[in-house]
């Protein structure tokens, strides 16, 4: 089946610095990429959606700025957050979405920002 | 907009049957799907339904009803490794094929 690697699955960083999250679709092209934040005991919201080659798409109250996808490639998309701060401590998880394996998604990236 | 209501809790036996259900208040969407999270790991998906009625799919039964707005699952001959959090979710019409998730539902199943 479909898979998609995302790492690093665990990250610890300082508050100001910036730590970027990859997602990878092995064997399959993901024309599109979601990236979802989720706290703990929580749903898993949608931050932004990004296509190959194209600027994404932010959900309202997410900020483009801290918040820096880039999906370069039909395999390879990026989150980076930038001058992270302790709020921005979460789990991140990204999916990709192609027509024949629906939605796949990635095993998760839990930041801590200290 | 949309939203997606769930129990937050839901506590069975072994061997019991559970059904964990969703109401949701959307526009439009192609249909409901249900997705297994345990701790710490990625959702995986369990069932999806296009139309209204039953999908079944092994130990699990997922269930639609468009003009009630309102959908189920249903999972038979509970094991211990079934206790995780259950999402419902639709992916909403002319939105770029982004899913909505519902709030989630903790099953915590005891022996």
């Known amino acids: 089946g479909a898979v998609v690697s995302q790492h690093p699955s665990r990250v610890i960083c300082k508050s100001g610095t910036s730590v970027k999250i990859e997602c990878r679709s092995l064997d399959f092209q993901a024309t599109t990429m979601f990236w979802y934040r989720q706290f703990p005991k929580k749903s898993l919201m949608l931050m932004a959606t990004s296509n190959e080659g194209s600027k994404a798409t932010y959900e309202q109250g997410v900020e483009k700025d801290k918040f820096l996808i880039n999906h370069a490639s039909l395999t390879l998309s990026t989150l980076t957050v930038t001058s992270a701060h302790p709020e921005d401590s979460s789990f991140y998880i990204c999916s990709a979405a192609s027509g024949h394996y629906g939605y796949t998604f990635g095993s998760g990236t839990r930041l801590t920002v200290v | 907009g949309q939203s997606l209501e769930q129990p937050s809790e839901v506590t069975a036996v072994e061997g019991a049957i559970v059904q964990i259900n969703c109401t949701y208040q959307t526009s439009g969407f192609y249909g409901l799907s249900w997705y297994q999270q345990h701790d710490g790991g990625a959702p995986t998906f369990l069932s999806y339904n296009a139309l209204d009625g039953l999908e079944e799919t092994g130990r699990f039964s997922s269930f639609l009803s468009r003009s009630d707005s309102y959908g189920y699952l249903l999972l038979q001959e509970l094991q211990m490794k079934d206790s995780a959090s259950y999402f419902c979710?639709?992916?909403?019409?002319?939105?770029?094929?982004?899913?909505?998730f519902g709030q989630g539902t903790e099953l915590s199943v005891k022996p």
């Open positions: 979710a639709v992916r909403p019409r002319d939105q770029g094929g982004k899913l909505i």
